[in-house]
Nanobody, 123 residues
Framework: VQLQASGGGLVQAGGSLRLSCVAS????????MGWFRQTPGKEREFVAG????????QYGDSVKGRFTMSRDNAKNTVYLQMNNLKPEDTALYYC?????????????????WGQGTLVTVSS
């Protein structure tokens, strides 16, 4: 599967952005989908994940209550709605896909990755 993320940009603290990730060359509905983020010198951090069916979502502690992830299997697309953004949310955000069954894995060991989209939150 190939992943193309978009929607990053510059926003003031307290603002909102919506990231999108379109998948191609694979059976999208077979993959758990997720978002990770990374800043220079730090490990890639789990942000959110959704199971292949869309029935279960999971969030990193730092974004719970502010970010919402969803998927549209008919459009091969996942979304990350980010509200009440904070300067510490500034990072390169990566879309990822995982074919492993069961729970959403929160370590960055997923099968496929997009190119990343930059989110910058100014104070």
């Amino acid at each position: 599967v190939q992943l193309q993320a978009s929607g990053g940009g510059l926003v003031q603290a307290g603002g909102s952005l919506r990231l999108s990730c379109v998948a191609s060359r694979g059976t999208f509905s077979r993959y758990h989908m997720g978002w990770f983020r990374q800043t220079p010198g730090k490990e890639r951090e789990f942000v959110a994940g959704v199971t292949w069916s869309g029935g279960t979502t999971q969030y990193g502690d730092s974004v719970k209550g502010r970010f919402t992830m969803s998927r549209d299997n008919a459009k091969n697309t996942v979304y990350l709605q980010m509200n009440n953004l904070k300067p510490e949310d500034t990072a390169l955000y990566y879309c990822a896909a995982d074919q492993r069954a069961g729970w959403i894995v929160t370590t960055p060991t997923w099968d496929a990755w997009g190119q990343g989209t930059l989110v910058t939150v100014s104070s």
